[in-house]
């Protein structure tokens, strides 16, 4: 199965979020992410076979038992090439990465084949687009976006089912296969 640990952002924040990007202009091609697509992945593990759950599952609650509480809010705007539109973060980032790097670390512990370690970027992705797009634009617009802040307080599990029918516009469908709070 196809996993991510992730952070979910709560449905006020999806909702401020939603607004600022329903303001924006739209264009054939950019395909912007739902809301159950707003999320901040920490640690992208793709596909897990199925005997490595369990201890992947007691190695993220040892992340999150060993990680505080903090508080974040959505803010800004950036892309990635000229293929992908996000929105970041603010607030305790060095909070968000020390998760981040507790659930890449327990996925490799748990003998999940994780990509090459980057510096982990907090951001959600908002749009996509098909071929090259001027960003710049969406970006500026975005700039001044300030999002209320939250507590965040839990490490999410999250399988990711990519479209298997074929139907033009089809997303992924997300589910959260575990969960657990944050107690640092």
């Excluded at 329903?22 to 707003?38: D, I, V």
């Excluded at 929105?87 to 909070?95: E, L, N, P």
């Excluded at 516009?169 to 575990?178: Q, S, T």
């Amino acid at each position: 199965m196809r996993l991510f640990a992730a952070v979910l952002p709560p449905p006020a924040a999806l909702a401020e979020l939603n607004a600022a990007v329903g303001a924006l202009p739209q264009n054939e091609a950019l395909r912007w992410t739902s809301e159950p697509g707003r999320h901040f992945t920490l640690a992208f593990m793709g596909e897990v076979r199925e005997e490595l759950l369990p201890e992947l599952r007691v190695r993220l609650e040892r992340a999150a038992d060993r990680t505080a509480p903090f508080g974040l809010r959505l803010h800004g705007a950036g892309h990635f090439g000229n293929r992908t539109l996000w929105v970041g973060a603010a607030g305790d980032i060095d909070g968000m990465r020390m998760l981040a790097e507790r659930a890449d670390a327990a996925a490799r512990r748990a003998g999940v084949a994780m990509e090459q370690h980057r510096r982990y970027t907090p951001h959600i992705t908002v749009a996509r687009a098909r071929a090259t797009v001027a960003l710049r634009p969406y970006t500026e617009a975005l700039a001044a976006f300030e999002g209320t802040s939250w507590q965040v307080d839990e490490l999410s599990l999250v399988r990711s089912n990519l479209p298997t029918s074929g139907v033009a516009g089809e997303r992924p469908r997300y589910e959260v296969v575990g969960a657990w709070p944050l107690r640092g």
